[in-house]
């Protein structure tokens, strides 16, 4: 027990105001947009076969986004989300933990379930709310979760999951497991309550968590200058005592490194980290979203130019581990995979009637049943107005 | 058997649960050396280490995400938020999150493992902050449980079910009621049903319910009527939700009369869903409109506390106007 906890300065006796300008927060770039690795950089630990599941993971991620984004447009799909342009902050995050570390998603983090091999046809029956979503069809789009791949399913409200994180992982460290959390969350969420309560629980509790900001400049349409006026997220970690380091987003060697040290530091000292990656959201915010509104063609053009997946296919061809045709091929073979899981899962049912009210409890109450056998009567009734429940049950 | 304050039958189910799973932790503000600011966990800290029992900072939205995400890991999460008054920080970890875990996921992952503890209600001269009664909030969440104890036996065996249960169950403790409700209570482990509502007392006239520190008041009511030859029927609802609308109901068939008491305020609080529900399971057996006693539709006054609460007298008065309707 002790209040004596500050690196007090020197006693002074002028007033003296801090703004913070002059501390400096480096940003840590391995790879240019050439693919080259800039000199003395420290490599992460990377091999072929681990750069190539993660440029596989990055290039479905981008197939991925362009089919639904297309799917939506068809009307076959309602909603979605791309993370155009920031695939490496999640693919690159969850290529530097290990399988039994949890991760908790905001909602623009679907590389790391690629990442984890989340089966396509579950990724499709998720989209479609259908009878197969893991979820059962009752969340909006994009809302995965996987308990076998420790991928906790998303929810909408913003930064929830941060406190989340720091429970999760505080349980995990009183099983002395070698497990860390790993929370993703956007540079506008971080204004939320959720965020200070989750990071400065996490430093006094001592939880194995790393916390990873997407600094992707906008929160819908809000640009990060109008967010905070402070020195992005990560001068906010310092504030908190939590070790923080600011990485290129779009460097995958960046964000890989990154994360394999923080976990390192995490699990060996059970201390939280903070990770802002600085990225640019080159899509839409969703599909319900349109960036011309409030931003210019020439900003775009600029951050098109920084693309994480051309980054990493530049340094992988420059290995020899990687050739054009191979990129024709499997661009060509996750477009058709793709195509066809929409189709396959856009035909299965709307989930069975009696869903609706399980899960609520553990088991559903007498009042829930009562209810559910009103509703059911009332759609034995007028069929017609009911097309997806009525005479499946 | 020993004879125990209602605090000290929250500490004993604390320690219960402490003791038979290792993955049990306790946390809020205040809550480790000291014990609480009321000494509910008195001693925890000594006893299971600062691991399991420990301070948290001062941030009420922070402790129940905190809960939320160590419960989904599979540990036990015990959370107290120290005034029930306190609570609305983390009104959305709660009302968004936790009651929504499971659903949302379609059971991949849920919080069933989180209790909630919360001192709650009037009567210790604690004005508008210290002394609100919030169950009717939570009431309206589908996914949380909402469970209140009348005195030290009941605390014990229902805080230990909430801990067991495998939903997430806020347990509001009558905080006027901490040191001045002593009763006999079992030192070994027990649980009482959540879900149940218990007749303390059989009657014919009138059916009397109420939860928590309202039970004496309508205990002490039901006394002054049976001077007057009324026989009420005294019933304690114990689990706010999913409430137990079969026992209130066949009270209700019998006895044609119902009043219920909260401290809250009148409008939109849970005697008002229990009065509509009775109204339609019971109409044509009811002989006079449903009463219901309540705080009035103001914050909670401080020096006006007496005249705002309801009380036996008022009880009474609506028993009789309720008979003689």
């Not at chain 1, 950089?41 to 072929?48: F, K, R, S």
């Not at chain 1, 989750?198 to 194995?208: H, I, R, S």
């Not at chain 1, 599909?287 to 051309?310: F, N």
Request: glycine share 8%; charged share 20%.
């Amino acid at each position: 027990m002790s209040t004596e906890l500050y690196n007090d300065g020197p006693v002074v006796h002028q007033a003296t105001f801090i703004d913070g300008t002059s501390v400096e927060i480096p940003e840590l770039r391995i790879l240019d947009q050439d693919g080259v690795i800039y000199p003395n950089a420290d490599l992460p630990d990377i091999d072929q076969a681990l750069a190539t599941k993660i440029y596989q993971s990055l290039a479905f991620h981008r197939v991925l986004d362009e089919r639904m984004v297309a799917s939506q447009r068809q009307g076959r799909l309602s909603f979605y989300m791309t993370a155009l342009g920031e695939e490496a902050t999640s693919v690159g995050g969850a290529a530097g933990l290990k399988p039994q570390d949890m991760i908790m998603m905001q909602y623009r983090e679907q590389g790391a379930l690629i990442y984890r091999g989340f089966d396509l046809k579950d990724l499709m029956n998720q989209l479609f709310s259908n009878a197969g979503d893991l979820g059962k069809g009752r969340q909006m789009p994009i809302h995965y979760g996987s308990k076998e791949l420790n991928c906790m399913t998303v929810s909408s409200p913003l930064a929830t999951q941060i406190p989340q994180a720091t429970g999760y992982a505080y349980g995990q460290k009183l099983q002395g497991a070698d497990a860390v959390t790993i929370c993703y969350f956007g540079e506008g969420a971080a204004s939320e309550g959720d965020f200070h309560a989750g990071l400065n629980m996490a430093a006094v509790q001592e939880a194995p968590v790393i916390f990873f900001c997407r600094n992707n400049g906008y929160a819908i349409s809000t640009p990060s200058d109008e967010q905070f006026k402070g020195n992005g997220i990560a001068s906010r970690g310092v504030g908190y005592g939590i070790k923080t380091i600011r990485i290129d987003g779009n460097d995958i060697l960046a964000v890989l490194k990154a994360t394999q040290i923080a976990r390192a530091y995490a699990v060996k000292e059970n201390k939280p980290v903070l990770i802002e990656a600085m990225s640019y959201r080159l899509g839409a915010h969703s599909t319900s979203d349109d960036p011309s509104g409030y931003r210019t063609k020439e900003e775009e053009a600029k951050w098109q130019s920084h693309d994480p997946i051309l980054r990493m296919k530049n340094w992988l061809i420059k290995q020899n581990w990687w050739d054009e045709a191979q990129e024709t091929a499997l661009f060509e073979k996750y477009r058709e995979d793709v195509l066809a899981a929409v189709k396959v899962a856009e035909k299965i049912d709307k989930p069975h009637i009696d869903t609706m009210i399980t899960d609520v409890y553990d088991v559903p109450s007498a009042q829930l049943q009562a209810q559910l056998d009103e509703v059911k009567a009332h759609v034995n009734k007028y069929p017609e107005a009911y097309p997806f429940t009525a005479g499946k049950f | 058997m020993a004879q125990i304050n209602l605090l000290h039958a929250i500490n004993s189910a604390l320690d219960i649960a402490m003791a038979e799973d290792k993955s049990t932790v306790c946390f809020g503000e205040d809550v480790g050396h000291f014990g609480g600011v009321f000494r509910a966990t008195s001693g925890l800290q000594e006893k299971y280490g600062k691991a399991r029992c420990f301070n948290t900072p001062l941030v009420e939205q922070g402790i129940i995400g905190f809960a939320n995400g160590l419960a989904a890991q599979g540990s036990v999460a015990i959370a107290e938020i120290q005034f029930a008054d306190y609570i609305f920080p983390a009104f959305d970890q709660i009302v968004n999150e936790a009651a929504k875990f499971r659903y949302r996921s379609g059971n991949e992952f849920n919080v069933g493992k989180l209790t909630i503890r919360s001192p709650y209600g009037g009567g210790i001269a604690g004005g508008l902050y210290h002394s609100q009664s919030p169950e009717a909030y939570f009431a309206h969440t589908p996914g949380l449980k909402v469970v209140i104890p009348r005195n030290p036996y009941q605390a014990k065996g229902l805080l230990l079910a909430s801990i067991r249960d495998d939903n997430p169950v806020i347990f509001f403790e009558p905080k006027r009621l901490y040191r001045a409700s002593v009763g006999e209570v079992p030192e070994e482990d027990y649980q009482l049903p959540l879900g149940k509502a218990e007749v303390v007392q059989t009657g014919t006239d009138i059916t009397l319910l109420a939860w928590g520190a309202q039970m004496e008041i309508i205990e002490k009511a039901a006394q002054m009527a049976s001077n007057d030859g009324i026989s009420c029927e005294v019933v304690d609802l114990r689990t706010i939700l999913p409430w137990d609308i079969e026992t209130i109901s066949k009270s209700v068939m019998k006895t044609g009369r119902l009043l219920i008491s909260q401290e809250a305020p009148l409008t939109a609080g849970f005697a008002s869903e229990i009065a509509a529900t009775i109204q339609s399971e019971c109409f044509l057996h009811l002989e006079s409109p449903i009463a219901r006693v309540c705080g009035l539709d103001t914050p909670y006054p401080l020096a006006l506390e007496k005249e705002y609460v309801s009380d036996h007298l008022k009880v009474y008065e609506a028993i009789i106007k309720s008979v003689n309707y």
